[in-house]
């Protein structure tokens, strides 16, 4: 099963992880976040769980959140917002410690591991619509199963926890198919090793994809189209504004709903140039330290760290260009960037006589410091996830409107406001 070592890591990350997640959004227990309310948790109660897990939202299937929606429905009413919070953080607990053993063939340090484990809630962009809910997970899962398809599964429970995190991944968010580049680097590694099989993730990620995409072509295809206004230099911008400047450049503006109008000013050409450097920077470190890594035999590592800069910008130019650029999809390309980053920074003092160098440490504490500081400046999530009203001022509203009115329904707003979106409440649950 688990060595004793990964026990107590594993406690340790899921706690570290679920007391981080309170910290940066104590918030999310006052009231539901968009689809955690108006979808998944009104049609647990209106519809019930088995026709709500074959539900659709925006043309494909959130099953980790149906099941998250139903489970919550069967909490009392008053509770409803506490045990959906409570139940996100147990995932990103989840995810979280999962990243941490899996990374352990990319990152050889503890500290490095811990980082990049913790980012899926520490990213700035994560605060923008994505932390503290269940419709918003698929995109942490998304990183999570990254890390996982470059792991290695060595014991009967590492192996069936990440076949089932994959599958899981594959059935909340069809973006697992941009994995695919991954999983092929992952049988590359096994075949150099000599192994006679393809890893079991591999399947778990082809059963996720296929019966993700086999789900979307047999009911809902043709539902979701084209996102409108699409530009590719509005994507290009909006990569170097909110996944490069907004996550690594401490004290960047924040960012809107829609920070960029389309018009060119001297100020958009001002940040695009600053974050210009930063690729460059990034860039530059990532070639160089490929040389040394090549050098010391380093092989895997290096063409891991290459593929994942490459998947996680390719990722938000193919996302961004054909459907959205909204914020959500940022996360998964940051990660992507500060997983790179992280494995750059081992290979730094990287000798062919070993790998715990002195330079190497420094290289890798360097590189948190900086990351840290970038999300310590970005702490605070957004105002669209920490203002608006309670789900308990919401439900004393609904009673009065039951008890003073013949209607069998009342309206609980949840957030985000400008939606103005209501879960409508069945008076008999709150009697």
Same mark, same amino acid.
């Given at each position: 099963?688990?060595?004793?070592?990964?026990?107590?890591?594993?406690?340790?990350?899921?706690?570290?992880?679920?007391?981080?997640?309170?910290?940066?959004?104590?918030?999310?227990?006052?009231?539901?976040?968009?689809? !955690?309310?108006?979808?998944?948790?009104?049609?647990?109660?209106?519809?019930?769980?088995? !026709?709500?897990?074959?539900?659709? %939202?925006?043309?494909?299937?959130?099953?980790?959140?149906?099941?998250?929606?139903?489970?919550?429905?069967?909490?009392?009413?008053?509770?409803?917002?506490?045990?959906?919070?409570?139940?996100?953080?147990?995932?990103?607990?989840?995810?979280?410690?999962?990243?941490?053993?899996?990374?352990?063939?990319?990152?050889?340090?503890?500290?490095?591991?811990?980082?990049?484990?913790?980012?899926?809630?520490?990213?700035?962009?994560?605060?923008?619509?994505?932390?503290?809910?269940?419709?918003?997970?698929?995109?942490?899962?998304?990183?999570?199963?990254?890390?996982?398809?470059?792991?290695?599964?060595?014991?009967?429970?590492?192996?069936?926890?990440?076949?089932?995190?994959?599958?899981?991944?594959?059935?909340?968010?069809?973006?697992?198919?941009?994995?695919?580049?991954?999983?092929?680097?992952?049988?590359?590694?096994?075949?150099?090793?000599?192994?006679?099989?393809?890893?079991?993730?591999?399947?778990?990620?082809?059963?996720? %994809?296929?019966?993700?995409?086999?789900?979307?072509?047999?009911?809902?295809?043709?539902?979701?189209?084209?996102?409108?206004?699409?530009?590719?230099?509005?994507?290009?911008?909006?990569?170097?504004?909110?996944?490069?400047?907004?996550?690594?450049?401490?004290?960047?503006?924040?960012?809107?709903?829609?920070?960029?109008?389309?018009?060119?000013?001297?100020?958009?050409?001002?940040?695009?140039?600053?974050?210009?450097?930063?690729?460059?920077?990034?860039?530059?470190?990532?070639?160089?330290?490929?040389?040394?890594?090549?050098?010391?035999?380093?092989?895997?590592?290096?063409?891991?760290?290459?593929?994942?800069?490459?998947?996680?910008?390719?990722?938000?130019?193919?996302?961004?260009?054909?459907?959205?650029?909204?914020? $959500?999809?940022?996360?998964?390309?940051?990660?992507?960037?500060?997983?790179?980053?992280?494995?750059?920074?081992?290979?730094?003092?990287?000798?062919?006589?070993?790998?715990?160098?002195?330079?190497?440490?420094?290289?890798?504490?360097?590189?948190?410091?900086?990351?840290? %500081?970038?999300?310590?400046?970005?702490?605070?999530?957004?105002?669209?996830?920490?203002?608006?009203?309670?789900?308990? !001022?919401?439900? $004393?509203?609904?009673?009065?409107?039951?008890?003073?009115?013949?209607?069998?329904?009342?309206?609980?707003?949840?957030?985000?406001?400008?939606?103005?979106?209501?879960?409508?409440?069945?008076?008999?649950?709150?009697?």
């Amino acid at each position: 099963w688990l060595v004793a070592r990964d026990r107590r890591a594993v406690v340790a990350v899921s706690v570290f992880g679920a007391v981080l997640l309170w910290a940066r959004a104590p918030f999310a227990v006052r009231n539901f976040w968009a689809e !955690d309310g108006i979808v998944h948790y009104q049609d647990a109660l209106t519809i019930g769980f088995f !026709d709500s897990l074959g539900t659709n %939202v925006d043309g494909y299937y959130h099953m980790g959140s149906r099941v998250v929606g139903s489970v919550v429905a069967l909490a009392p009413v008053s509770a409803a917002a506490l045990v959906n919070y409570l139940i996100v953080v147990l995932v990103v607990a989840w995810i979280s410690s999962t990243i941490y053993l899996s990374s352990e063939t990319t990152l050889k340090s503890p500290l490095s591991r811990v980082s990049l484990a913790m980012s899926v809630t520490l990213l700035p962009i994560v605060g923008f619509e994505s932390i503290a809910n269940s419709a918003n997970l698929q995109y942490l899962l998304l990183c999570g199963s990254s890390v996982v398809l470059l792991g290695r599964q060595q014991t009967i429970w590492r192996r069936t926890n990440d076949v089932v995190f994959v599958v899981v991944t594959g059935f909340a968010t069809p973006l697992l198919i941009c994995a695919a580049p991954l999983v092929g680097i992952r049988v590359w590694r096994d075949r150099r090793a000599h192994r006679r099989y393809p890893p079991a993730v591999a399947f778990g990620w082809m059963f996720g %994809v296929v019966g993700q995409l086999s789900l979307v072509a047999l009911f809902t295809f043709g539902s979701r189209g084209l996102g409108e206004g699409r530009s590719f230099q509005r994507t290009f911008f909006l990569f170097l504004d909110r996944v490069l400047g907004y996550n690594f450049i401490p004290f960047w503006p924040r960012i809107t709903g829609e920070s960029y109008s389309g018009s060119v000013s001297a100020t958009l050409i001002g940040r695009a140039l600053v974050c210009l450097l930063v690729a460059f920077l990034i860039t530059f470190l990532l070639f160089r330290v490929a040389r040394t890594g090549l050098r010391s035999g380093e092989t895997n590592r290096v063409a891991a760290m290459t593929l994942i800069m490459i998947n996680g910008g390719a990722f938000w130019l193919f996302v961004g260009t054909l459907f959205s650029t909204q914020p $959500r999809y940022a996360v998964f390309s940051a990660f992507c960037i500060t997983w790179s980053v992280l494995i750059a920074a081992e290979l730094v003092g990287t000798t062919g006589a070993g790998n715990d160098s002195r330079t190497r440490r420094q290289a890798s504490a360097g590189i948190v410091f900086l990351l840290l %500081v970038a999300f310590a400046t970005h702490w605070t999530p957004s105002e669209l996830r920490r203002t608006g009203p309670t789900w308990s !001022d919401g439900l $004393r509203t609904a009673e009065e409107v039951c008890a003073t009115t013949s209607s069998s329904t009342a309206p609980v707003q949840i957030l985000p406001v400008y939606h103005n979106w209501k879960v409508e409440l069945p008076c008999e649950r709150m009697g």
